[in-house]
């Protein structure tokens, strides 16, 4: 039953992950072209939040990596998007700040409590030492992307969802799918494979604007 809940939490996850790249695919297919939709960060941001719990549940390092990485970059975007600024001061800084705290105060409580939680993420019998190697490597090209799509954005001064982040997207879903598959994840395999179908279809739609 614990694990049911545990699978269901992660599920719910992936799914606001999956809704946001369909948000972005339906409106980029009316636009035909890849478009930056704020809703995107949105849903990236309410998801990573449950995933990184989800990754703490299971015990599994590369998952909660990930998910710490690419989290701030998608309150970064949110920004740029104008989202914090039209928020009366006083409540934004209170929810910035909340927003920023929560991944800190899960590392603090893993720094306080080391070597037993060191132990169930590096030497757990589920995770052979190759495989957990494996998830740790797609996660962090997976999350690459969105320090690149930062990057990016940032010398262009807005929010864009470049060619480069769709095929550092596709490299990450492969190796993460590859872990999902070894690691028996259902809820990994559903998000990669769903993920791989969007991230090709965007650099096509990106590939058919810039012939254009």
Same mark, same amino acid.
């Given at each position: 039953?614990d694990?049911l ?16 790249m369909?948000?972005?695919w339906i ?9 930056? +939709?704020?809703l995107?960060?949105?849903? %990236? ?15 599994d390092?590369?998952?909660m990596?990930?998910?710490?990485? &690419?989290?701030? *970059? ?6 740029? =998007? ?6 009366? =001061? +006083? ?5 910035l ?5 929560i991944?800190l ?11 037993? *939680? ?9 995770? +052979? ?5 494996? &998830?740790t490597? &797609? ?25 480069g982040f769709w095929?550092? %997207? ?15 994840? +259902? ?6 494979s769903? &993920? ?8 096509m739609?990106w590939?058919?604007g810039?012939?254009?």
């Amino acid at each position: 039953m614990d694990n049911l809940w545990i699978f269901a939490l992660g599920l719910l996850a992936q799914g606001l992950f999956s809704a946001r790249m369909l948000v972005q695919w339906i409106l980029s297919e009316k636009a035909h072209k890849v478009v930056n +939709p704020t809703l995107f960060w949105i849903l %990236s941001l309410a998801a990573s939040l449950l995933f990184l719990y989800y990754g703490w549940l299971r015990n599994d390092f590369a998952l909660m990596l990930g998910q710490v990485i &690419g989290y701030y *970059v998608y309150i970064w975007n949110l920004g740029k =998007k104008g989202v914090w600024g039209r928020i009366d =001061k +006083p409540l934004r800084i209170a929810v910035l700040t909340v927003l920023v705290l929560i991944p800190l105060a899960a590392l603090s409580r893993m720094a306080g409590n080391w070597p037993a *939680v060191s132990e169930a993420l590096f030497h757990n019998d589920a995770i +052979p030492r190759w495989l957990l190697v494996l &998830g740790t490597a &797609g996660q962090v090209v997976f999350s690459l992307r969105f320090l690149y799509q930062a990057l990016y954005s940032a010398r262009r001064g807005e929010s864009l969802l470049p060619a480069g982040f769709w095929t550092i %997207s596709l490299i990450g879903a492969v190796l993460i799918l590859t872990y999902g598959i070894l690691r028996h994840d +259902p809820v990994v395999i559903l998000a990669q494979s769903c &993920g791989l179908v969007t991230y090709i279809r965007n650099l096509m739609l990106w590939k058919q604007g810039t012939r254009a």
